[in-house]
T-cell receptor
Framework: SQKIEQNSEALNIQEGKTATLTCNYTNYSPAYLQWYRQDPGRGPVFLLLIRENEKEKRKERLKVTFDTTLKQSLFHITASQPADSATYLCALITGGGADGLTFGKGTHLIIQP | GAVVSQHPSWVICKSGTSVKIECRSLDFQATTMFWYRQFPKQSLMLMATSNEGSKATYEQGVEKDKFLINHASLTLSTLTVTSAHPEDSSFYIC????FGRGPYNEQFFGPGTRLTVL
């Protein structure tokens, strides 16, 4: 069966360090992969999208890698800040643009001052 | 950026009643909207794909007669939970993609609706 796994339910990182979150998937061949941020009681907010032919994507302090051989994506937040504390969701779309997303369970990131 | 709104933000109802949730794209046209459900500490689960002017496509295990979806215009989709029961209590979130920007882009999510069925 198809599955998306995010490495841990919770991750504690000291402020200023780099936080690295992992997303692994099985039995998918996604055209692209997305990362979202979700705060408690709110809908997800889009952060980054990376296509299958891209190895790496950056946006300000965020970096995403995509290894289709390992079936893995890594999400990095450099110079982390307490305001980065949230749940981060990995999402895949395996079909065309009209398809909905399949989400991982998320990693709850806590940046400690 | 593209904005998606939902109404109401929360609702409490008695078991057996029906509840309607609205999802609107405020500054773009959405030929397709999506409805998700999220239980506490769980991931978002896609319930159905709402297509403007046609019937919704439901995911396996989602009862189409219980979760009625209507996509009457390019900016509005509604989800009606019929004969709600306590097990339907959840966080319902809609999303839309701005196809004017091309098909392979992010989805814009609404703020969610917290449904509690007593």
């Amino acid at each position: 069966s198809q599955k998306i796994e995010q490495n841990s339910e919770a991750l504690n990182i000291q402020e200023g360090k780099t936080a690295t979150l992992t997303c692994n998937y099985t039995n998918y061949s996604p055209a692209y992969l997305q990362w979202y941020r979700q705060d408690p009681g709110r809908g997800p907010v889009f952060l980054l999208l990376i296509r299958e032919n891209e190895k790496e994507k950056r946006k300000e302090r965020l970096k995403v890698t995509f290894d289709t051989t390992l079936k893995q994506s890594l999400f990095h937040i450099t110079a982390s800040q307490p305001a980065d504390s949230a749940t981060y969701l990995c999402a895949l779309i395996t079909g065309g643009g009209a398809d909905g997303l399949t989400f991982g369970k998320g990693t709850h990131l806590i940046i400690q001052p | 950026g593209a904005v998606v709104s939902q109404h109401p933000s929360w609702v409490i109802c008695k078991s057996g009643t029906s509840v309607k949730i609205e999802c609107r794209s405020l500054d773009f046209q959405a030929t397709t909207m999506f409805w998700y459900r999220q239980f506490p500490k769980q991931s978002l689960m896609l319930m159905a794909t709402s297509n403007e002017g046609s019937k919704a496509t439901y995911e396996q295990g989602v009862e189409k007669d219980k979760f009625l979806i209507n996509h009457a215009s390019l900016t509005l989709s509604t989800l009606t939970v019929t004969s709600a029961h306590p097990e339907d209590s959840s966080f319902y979130i809609c999303s839309a993609r701005d196809f004017g920007r091309g098909p392979y882009n992010e989805q814009f999510f609404g703020p969610g609706t917290r449904l509690t069925v007593l």
